[in-house]
T-cell receptor, first 116, second 109 residues
Framework: GAVVSQHPSWVICKSGTSVKIECRSL??????MFWYRQFPKQSLMLMAT?????????EQGVEKDKFLINHASLTLSTLTVTSAHPEDSSFYIC????????????FGPGTRLLVL | DAKTTQPPSMDCAEGRAANLPCNHS???????VYWYRQIHSQGPQYIIH???NNETNEMASLIITEDRKSSTLILPHATLRDTAVYYC??????????FGAGTRLTVKP
């Protein structure tokens, strides 16, 4: 299957700082990328969807000014958590989908964020 | 997208087949059935998907009933590394993936 990478795999930051997470599709061009969040013992929750070159579409309840998403190229999307607080501590997972007929979503390994 | 129902947990003996059921009684004609799994602290891994025919790949088989209201994911020879949460997702082609609670499969030696 297609490969999606994320960087960093884990990050610890102080409250009030901003954190950027990168998501890359390594062997295909991702016309659409997705960002999910997963709290302990819970399922994945979709945060936002972005198409290359367009503004992201956020799910209800997700603050677009706090979670900045940039999908500047067909292989890279970034999620910036601005002014992070302890309640933002979570497992963030990106996903990518090509524009090909199969349209299967492939997921990255996830980034664990801990805000102190 | 149609809602799915999966048992919260299942056990399976190592080396035996693991059969994971999924109910999607409100599925519509243009909705696909997808299966992913998530091993602890990792991102979901794509397993298989299908529309109405049974499908098989190197990881698993997907059996979809004729009325498409339910399906079964079969791992033919489960190993300890197959212990994970398995998600059955039904979605219209080109929509995003929405995850339910899934089934926690524990493969026991």
């Amino acid at each position: 299957g297609a490969v999606v990478s994320q960087h960093p795999s884990w990050v610890i930051c102080k409250s009030g700082t901003s954190v950027k997470i990168e998501c890359r599709s390594l062997d295909f061009q991702a016309t659409t990328m997705f960002w999910y969040r997963q709290f302990p013992k819970q399922s994945l929750m979709l945060m936002a969807t972005s198409n290359e070159g367009s503004k992201a579409t956020y799910e209800q309840g997700v603050e677009k000014d706090k979670f900045l998403i940039n999908h500047a190229s067909l292989t890279l999307s970034t999620l910036t958590v601005t002014s992070a607080h302890p309640e933002d501590s979570s497992f963030y997972i990106c996903s990518a989908r090509s524009g090909l007929a199969t349209e299967t979503q492939y997921f990255g390994p996830g980034t664990r964020l801990l805000v102190l | 997208d149609a809602k799915t129902t999966q048992p919260p947990s299942m056990d399976c003996a190592e080396g035996r087949a693991a059969n994971l059921p999924c109910n999607h009684s409100t599925i519509s004609g243009n909705e696909y059935v997808y299966w992913y799994r998530q091993i602890h602290s990792q991102g979901p891994q794509y397993i298989i998907h299908g529309l109405k025919n049974n499908e098989t790949n190197e990881m698993a088989s997907l059996i979809i009933t004729e009325d498409r209201k339910s399906s079964t994911l079969i791992l033919p020879h489960a190993t300890l590394r197959d212990t994970a949460v398995y998600y059955c997702i039904v979605r219209v082609y080109n929509n995003d993936m929405r995850f339910g609670a899934g089934t926690r499969l524990t493969v026991k030696p």
